[in-house]
């Protein structure tokens, strides 16, 4: 296993990938370092074979703050744009075809909060502190906040947390479906977020891989394209194994082997 400086990776459970964010002095700012190492762990999480779904976390106290303001405050225009700053954040997204959970404590800023709204399923605890605050810093979000939370709460809410910079809380995250559930505490949360990707990791790789691509999709296209799609790798699965497996397993009161073809 490769030994990172900002980051740790662990299988904390059959199946469980686990990264965690790692620069506690800054609370997990997100530095271009940072990024590059979290890349890598998700490139090789995606290439393991032991790892079905992955858990990314930071500290009790902070998801992250957010990219680092240290790093970008003398950047200029011509720096950033032929240097494609940020632009390795996308990867992210692209990178894991495996399902990927956020689970959020303390500070989830600016591009921390970003950070979060790319993960697959995202879980928090009720005293979370997400927010975009670029506004207050001259800026605006950059790595895809104005696109995602708004598809996330709606034109309105997104426009007066992004205009204000407010911040909002876990129990509000959830309330308005940007978090998929909420904890009481840091253990139950992490908990909760280990559960959910084990019972992930019991399923087929092929049928779990098809769903997270087809629910990705219906961001991107309109309707009627997106259930075609849908509906196109729903027909291709009739071409693996897991689905005779699971379909024979119900019809003879069994639990079904997954052969992951
Ligand atoms: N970048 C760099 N350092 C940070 C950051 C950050 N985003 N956040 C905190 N730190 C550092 C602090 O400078 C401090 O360091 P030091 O001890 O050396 O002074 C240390 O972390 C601890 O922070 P505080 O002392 O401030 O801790 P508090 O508990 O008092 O406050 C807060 C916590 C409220 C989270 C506060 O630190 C804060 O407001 N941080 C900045 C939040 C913010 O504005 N985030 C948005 C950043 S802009 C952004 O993300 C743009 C995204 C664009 C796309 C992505 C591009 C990569």
Request: glycine fraction near 8%; aromatic fraction near 8%; hydrophobic fraction near 40%.
């Amino acid at each position: 296993r490769r030994s990172y400086e900002y980051i740790e990776v662990s299988e904390p459970r059959p199946g469980v990938g686990q990264v965690t964010l790692n620069r506690p002095k800054a609370l997990n700012a997100l530095c271009s370092p940072l990024i590059a190492e979290l890349n890598k762990a998700l490139c090789d999480f995606q290439a393991s074979p032991t790892v079905a779904a992955v858990v990314l976390t930071g500290s009790e106290r902070a998801f992250a703050a957010g990219a680092d303001i240290k790093e970008m405050a003398p950047l200029t225009f011509s720096e950033a744009y032929t240097t494609s700053f940020i632009e390795s954040w996308s990867d992210l997204t692209t990178s894991l075809k495996k399902p990927l959970i956020a689970a959020v404590s303390g500070h989830a800023l600016g591009g921390g909060c970003e950070l979060a709204l790319m993960a697959d399923v995202l879980y928090c605890t009720a005293t979370a502190n997400f927010g975009q605050p670029e506004i207050k810093l001259g800026t605006i979000p950059g790595a895809g906040g104005s696109q995602r939370l708004t598809r996330a709460v709606g034109k309105s809410k997104a426009m007066e947390l992004i205009l204000t910079g407010k911040s909002f809380s876990g129990e509000e995250a959830e309330r308005w479906g940007v978090a998929a559930r909420v904890f009481p505490s840091y253990e139950a949360l992490m908990e909760g977020a280990f559960k959910t990707a084990e019972i992930i990791a019991g399923y087929s790789k092929v049928a779990v891989q098809a769903a997270k691509e087809v629910v990705n999709k219906s961001q991107d296209l309109p309707l009627r394209d997106g259930v075609e799609y849908e509906r196109r790798v729903f027909h291709a699965l009739f071409g693996s194994q897991d689905q005779k497996i699971g379909m024979k397993a119900f019809a003879e009161k069994k639990k079904p082997e997954w052969s992951h073809q």
